[in-house]
Each structure stands twice: as C-alpha cells, then as structure tokens.
C-alpha cells in the first residue's frame, strides 16, 4: 500500500506562510495524481488543491486560487502545498492525498490513499 506523511504544520500568524509536504515511502505513488484536502471541524472534507503526475495540470479551489501553491518534486517522492498569506478560516487538518489517472479529482471520494493529516492553526 501507499504511504503518505503529512508534515509542516504549526500555528501561524494571520498573513503569514507555510509550506506542508507530503512524503511517500519509497517510489510508491509513481504515475499518481496528488491532492490536498482539508477539513476543519464539523465540517467535510473540502478540496484544496491537486496536481497531475508530471506537475503540468493543476488544479485549485476558487477560494484558495492566487494564495496557495501546489508542486511536486518526483525524485523526492513529495508533494508540496505552499500557503501564502493565511486567514483564520484556513484553520484546519490538511491530508494529501493520491490517486492513478482520475479523471474527477476535486472529490475526496476519488482518493485511493491517505496520509494522517497535519494540523494548521492561523491565529487572529
């Protein structure tokens, strides 16, 4: 099975940045697609960010497009959320996520695999 390690987060001030990374063990997740999610409590997972297996597609959730960066560095076996200029609202549990060749992949249900997720708490 694949496996993913969330690290990266922390707390942070309200406009400040934070880069998480997501590590497969190994080559595992060669020729996957990759997502971030997160999800805040009592509330779904919500999409985030995602990119395709070559870095050439990505893709982001409306809201978060022009503040986050999504990238991916194969050689490392890790995936990349850069998180600029941060609100409270973006106070949540971030999980990456991986998947072969979907062809929908703003769904959490579209996800083979997991990581534990990594906490991100933006102060006021």
């Known amino acids: 099975q694949v496996q993913l390690v969330e690290s990266g987060g922390g707390l942070v001030q309200a406009g400040g940045s934070l880069r998480l990374s997501c590590a497969a063990s190994?080559?595992?997740?060669?020729?996957?697609?990759m997502g971030w999610f997160r999800q805040a409590p009592g509330k779904e997972r919500e999409f985030v960010a995602a990119?395709?297996?070559?870095?050439?597609?990505?893709d982001y959730a409306d809201s978060l497009k022009g503040r986050f960066i999504i990238s991916r560095d194969n050689a490392k076996n890790t995936v990349y959320l850069q998180m600029n200029s941060l609100k409270p609202e973006d106070t949540a549990i971030y999980y990456c996520g991986a998947v072969p060749t979907p062809r929908v992949w703003n769904s959490p249900g579209a996800y083979e695999y997991w990581g534990q997720g990594t906490q991100v708490t933006v102060s006021s």
């Open positions: 990119i395709s297996w070559y870095g050439g597609v990505t």
């Open positions: 190994e080559r595992t997740f060669s020729g996957y697609a």
